[in-house]
């Protein structure tokens, strides 16, 4: 048994703690029944607690990689016996993240929820354990318990709301796609088992590296993805995204849209790059099929996203869209690129969780979710209207905002790595993206130009959409609206950070070192990792980026403008309206019905091993 | 997409999953071939570190504890989750459970079956327990013994004693006790952290020899918890789904 | 299908021998258990089905030495799940009455 | 022998996944989820069969017999707690979707679309 340090001990606590909250409210379900601010200050002091840990955790690995051995089982000559938390810069950073979006959307629902049982609190600190948890773990098994911990969770707060048909329709399909998923994560894992004996996952890339990738390798990389990616709504797995975003409580869609997406990414890279990175080879080859799956759902987002008038399902498309830029990040296989990845991500929870919580409150105020009938109404919320409408444009990569370092940085690694063409994508994405949300906020808030199209579809399904609490307040109240401009503001501090860049690249080398991975999980041995080298000297942050990411805003403007101002626009062809083409495929690809989305899984899974089997045979 | 197509189209896809599936199978090392390392290294240790004789349970509860107790945790928020799913609205009014009992749509039950499912809930008690608190030495655990207890309460239900179910289950009481039997094996780990020992390490005496009933420390312990979660938790579920088919009138939609 | 092959090492002599006949068969039974599940549309002989599969499945366990699973199986597999979506079936009919 | 119960996890997968996708009842459906799931605990303990070793229980047996691993039973036991719990909140979902819809049939569930 190892001798643990109080640092040590902090470790398991960041999962134990949240667990013990969620059991502890429900225990005692008969003192915090009636008693709902007690009840709501215990959430809220716990997810803060951890996220406090997680800090003092995130900064502990400036050094090094932190690994603990649950009951003490330290590996003995490279085989692993217990499970392992190895923690690194990145992935304590995203879960410090997860608390501090779980933390504030439990300080929103304060006076959100008018009537909560304890479920409520107790689904919410398991979810931030599952997170957290996932985030943590060294152990591929593991891995798969805490995502289903965060998947049942999940699944739960989406049909939160019972009364109406929405949210049963959303966590069903949520559910089922999701199970589907993680089941051949499974197989997978089960798979690698069986070649390697082990469930730790720098001994299974220990076992598998300097043999030649043959098909159980690459069966068991593309199936344990398939779990990941469906998490992570990347096209064709994306379809559940949607609708459970569209149907959830409002702090809930926060943490799918702010964290639980970007885990499955995060997923991604851990597995890749603790796992399979050295022992299946052939980068180009994986970088092409996972830029390609990127691509094309960075594309799918920003159009699906141009179209909606229902608003979260609007910010869920938006969220699809850059997922799918984040996956291009890490496809990159390169430090910049999971640089850029990082931050990308980190900007956009802060601003996306603002934009979400924004909607909660003219939700909460004016009783809809519908775009064309919230025209102009929302000009008395005046400071909500501010906040998203920076937010807006933080989200269309506006500098300050972080998200323009993380587009500037996926785009300068594609750059190096011949694939200029992805900074178009990123652009294109972001402007169309940055537009819808743009329009809204004009739109709704300012009630700028004629109101957009009513799509009559969309508008019978908002039309349902119910107040999610009891009565609306005649103004709102501080803790609704604190969240949200915190939020944005953290988003800016963290675009102005000084040596983010060199910070956050340092973890990203460490994070991909595989070598250096398994020297510390599996002997102990820490590895001095050379300080990050950004492709400029001050700090990363270049004219280009800084131009780009402002030249996207003032582009997103310019199309919200046209957008809103459409039909007073000479124009040749009259009663045009742009997207009107896309509202067909919308309608026929995101169904509703789950057997579509099952049928579009595996249809992505054969593409997906087709690819890889090609290329790596 | 219509059924018909929908079909076609899966087939054409599945074919292609199957393939690729086989693909990695055949790199198996073959049926009856594990290759090791991992279980082969805690056959040969674990009596001898754990005084468990049941070396599943060893894993499940000391080498591999940290998975079992997310597992708890999915059943408890499962649990949690459906109560929350199955909750009353202000606009559903369910008729009183006394008048119910009455009200159900099944033939009443025989007391011959009555007097047969009540005879077996002793014995059922009674090996649900054995299962559960014998973890350590022979094929059974807390999850095993949980069902079986949980079990044991439905045979409650089938001999027709609803109301007794009932009252043996009001709900807010099962989810206290689930709760309090989830978090206790969440501060076994905390309590050895407090030994200063690692999270969930083994820090009970192991007893005196391997097999006994009193042996392998936190194993024996963290099995009875599990035990109580697991029938808390079942209770609960299956409590909460008997008590929709009794829910007569829904307002709303 | 793909040939079904013995594999004759010196561990695996006489007594294994009707162990893996034993475990063909009863791996053929799941597979074919598991279509027939899959087939039922009514989804009440379905779940009956169900819960014959689980028992089978439990046998499959046995043969493959893991009396713990085998338990958790039978407990699981062949008696809660199926009564859950019994008590499901049942909410549903009274409904529709 | 050697590849035949892997033979039949693929199939077992594939059977399941064409239940889910042609289902017109959620029951039904999460019965063909089951099934789906089941597959992987042939593979789990499909992987750590040995040959002519005896279960890892060493009450009554000496502790060098072979014995099958232990571990892949114990990840077996964690999948069917999650199968269960799953399950069940899915059948709540299936209850509570009858009692808003009307139906049990996923084509007709059509409040979400586009």
């Known amino acids: 048994m190892s001798g643990s340090t109080p640092m040590d001990a902090l470790l398991p606590l960041t999962v134990v703690v949240p667990l013990l909250g969620a059991a502890g409210v429900s225990a005692l379900n008969p003192l915090f029944g009636n008693r709902r601010r007690l009840l709501d200050a215990v959430a809220i002091l716990t997810a803060a607690t951890v996220a406090g840990m997680l800090i003092i955790i995130m900064v502990g690995t400036a050094g090094g990689q932190q690994v603990y051995w649950f009951a003490g089982f330290t590996p003995s000559h490279g085989v692993a016996l217990g499970i392992d938390f190895a923690v690194d810069q990145l992935n304590a950073g995203l879960a410090v993240l997860a608390a501090l979006l779980v933390t504030a959307a439990m300080v929103f629902s304060w006076r959100y929820f008018e009537r909560v049982s304890t479920y409520y609190h107790a689904l919410m600190l398991a979810f931030l354990a599952g997170m957290v948890g996932f985030c943590l773990t060294g152990d591929v098994f593991n891995l798969f318990v805490w995502f289903e911990l965060m998947g049942v969770a999940a699944y739960a707060l989406t049909a939160y709301r019972i009364g109406e048909r929405g949210p049963i329709q959303g966590a069903l399909n949520f559910a089922i796609t999701n199970s589907v998923g993680a089941y051949l994560t499974l197989s997978g894992i089960a798979l690698i088992y069986g070649r390697t004996g082990a469930l730790n996952m720098a001994q299974i890339g220990q076992a598998i590296a300097g043999h030649r990738p043959d098909g159980l390798v690459v069966v068991a990389f593309a199936l344990i993805l398939l779990g990941l990616l469906t998490k992570a709504s990347i096209v064709p797995f994306h379809f559940w995204l949607a609708d459970a975003h569209a149907v959830a409580p409002t702090p809930v869609c926060v943490l799918f849209s702010g964290v639980m997406v970007e885990l499955g990414l995060y997923g991604v890279a851990r597995v890749y790059w603790s796992m399979f990175g050295v022992g299946l080879g052939h980068r180009t080859s994986i970088t092409a099929a996972l830029s390609a799956f990127g691509i094309l759902t960075a594309i799918v987002g920003a159009l699906f996203c141009f179209r909606q008038r229902h608003l979260k399902r609007l910010l869920a498309f938006s969220t699809i869209n850059h997922a799918g830029l984040f996956l291009i990040g890490v496809a990159l296989l390169t430090p910049l690129g999971l640089t850029g990845a990082a931050v990308y991500v980190v900007g956009h929870a802060l601003v996306k969780a603002a934009l979400f919580l924004c909607v909660g409150i003219v939700l909460h105020r004016l009783g809809s979710i519908n775009e064309t009938l919230l025209h102009g109404q929302g000009k008395q919320l005046r400071i909500t209207g501010v906040v998203f409408a920076l937010a807006a444009l933080g989200l269309a990569d506006l500098p300050p905002f972080a998200l323009y370092l993380g587009a500037g940085w996926i785009g300068q690694s594609g750059d190096t790595r011949g694939m200029p063409w992805i900074t178009v994508v990123i652009i294109t994405t972001s402007i169309l993206v940055g537009a819808a949300v743009s329009r809204v906020a004009g739109g709704v808030f300012y009630g700028i130009g004629d109101p957009p199209s009513e799509d009559p579809r969309m508008g019978e399904e908002a039309s349902e959409e119910t107040s999610e609490t009891d009565e609306a307040k005649s103004r709102v109240p501080l803790s609704m609206i604190v969240p949200p401009a915190v939020l944005v503001a953290l988003a800016v501090v963290v675009g102005l950070l000084p040596h983010l860049g060199p910070t956050v690249q340092a973890g990203a080398i460490r994070l991909q070192d595989q070598g250096a991975y398994n020297a510390t999980v599996l002997a102990g041995t820490h590895t001095a990792h050379p300080r990050a080298i950004m492709a400029v000297e001050d700090a990363g942050v270049t004219v280009t980026d800084t131009v780009t990411g402002a030249g996207t805003a003032a582009g997103s403007l310019v199309l919200a403008l046209v957008s809103l101002y459409w039909r007073r626009l000479p124009l040749l062809r009259r009663g045009f309206e742009p997207g009107t083409g896309l509202v067909g495929p919308i309608r026929r690809f995101q169904s509703g019905v789950v057997n579509d989305y099952v049928t579009w899984m595996v249809i992505g899974l054969a593409c997906f091993g087709g690819a890889l089997a090609l290329a790596i045979r | 997409m219509k059924p018909r197509q929908r079909r076609w189209v899966f087939l054409a896809a599945a074919g292609g999953f199957l393939a690729f599936y086989l693909w990695g199978l055949i790199g198996l090392p073959g049926f009856g071939h594990y290759p090791g390392p991992y279980g082969d290294i805690v056959n040969a240790i674990a009596v001898a570190q754990t005084h468990a004789t049941g070396v599943v349970s060893a894993v499940n509860f000391e080498y591999r504890g940290f998975d079992t107790l997310g597992e708890e945790f999915i059943l408890f928020i499962a649990a949690t989750g459906v109560a929350t799913v199955l909750r009353h609205l202000r606009d559903e009014h369910d008729i009183r459970v006394v008048d119910e009992a009455r009200d159900r749509q099944v033939p009443a039950t025989s007391d011959a079956i009555r007097m047969v499912t009540l005879a077996f809930t002793g014995p059922t008690l009674v090996v649900g327990w054995y299962l559960a608190s014998h973890a350590q030495t022979s094929p059974s655990g807390g999850f095993q013994g949980g069902v079986v207890l949980a079990t044991a309460f439905t045979l409650i239900y089938l001999a027709g004693q609803f109301i007794a179910f009932k009252r043996l289950s009001p709900i807010h009481f099962i989810d206290s006790v689930e709760a309090v039997a989830a978090g206790s094996f969440a501060v076994v780990g905390v309590a050895a952290l407090g030994l200063g020992a690692a999270y969930l390490a083994n820090v009970l005496p192991l007893g005196s020899s391997p097999g006994a009933v009193n042996s392998s420390g936190t194993i024996a312990l963290i099995s009875f918890f599990v035990g109580v979660e697991v029938s808390a938790a079942f209770v609960l579920i299956i409590g909460e789904l008997l008590e929709q088919t009794l829910v007569i009138r829904e307002g709303g939609r | 299908m793909p040939v079904v092959h013995t594999v004759i090492t010196p561990s695996t002599v006489r007594p294994f021998w009707l162990m893996e006949a034993f475990q063909v068969t009863i791996l053929g039974l799941v597979a074919a258990g598991a279509t027939a599940v899959v087939l039922t549309r009514n989804p009440t002989r379905q779940v009956i089905f169900l819960s014959i599969y689980g028992v089978l499945l439990a046998i499959l366990f046995m043969a493959f030495q893991a009396p713990d699973v085998t338990l958790s199986e039978l407990t699981v597999g062949a008696v809660i799940l199926p009564l859950m979506l019994l008590l499901a079936l049942a909410k549903v009919r009274r409904q529709e009455e | ?114």
């Open chain 4, 1 to 114: 022998m050697s590849v035949f119960p892997f033979v039949v996890v693929a199939w077992i997968l594939t059977v399941g996944l064409y239940g889910i996708i042609t289902s017109r009842h959620l029951v039904h459906q999460i019965v063909c989820l089951i099934v789906v799931q089941s597959s992987t605990y042939v593979l789990l303990l499909g992987v750590g069969y040995k040959t002519g070793a005896v279960a890892p229980y060493f009450y009554d047996i000496p502790g060098n017999t072979p014995a099958v691993d232990p571990v892949v039973q114990a990840l077996a036991l964690t999948d069917v707690v999650v199968e269960a719990a799953v399950t069940a909140l899915l059948v709540a979902f299936a209850v509570q979707a009858h009692k808003r819809f009307g139906t049990l049939d996923p084509e007709e569930l059509r409040q979400l679309q586009g």
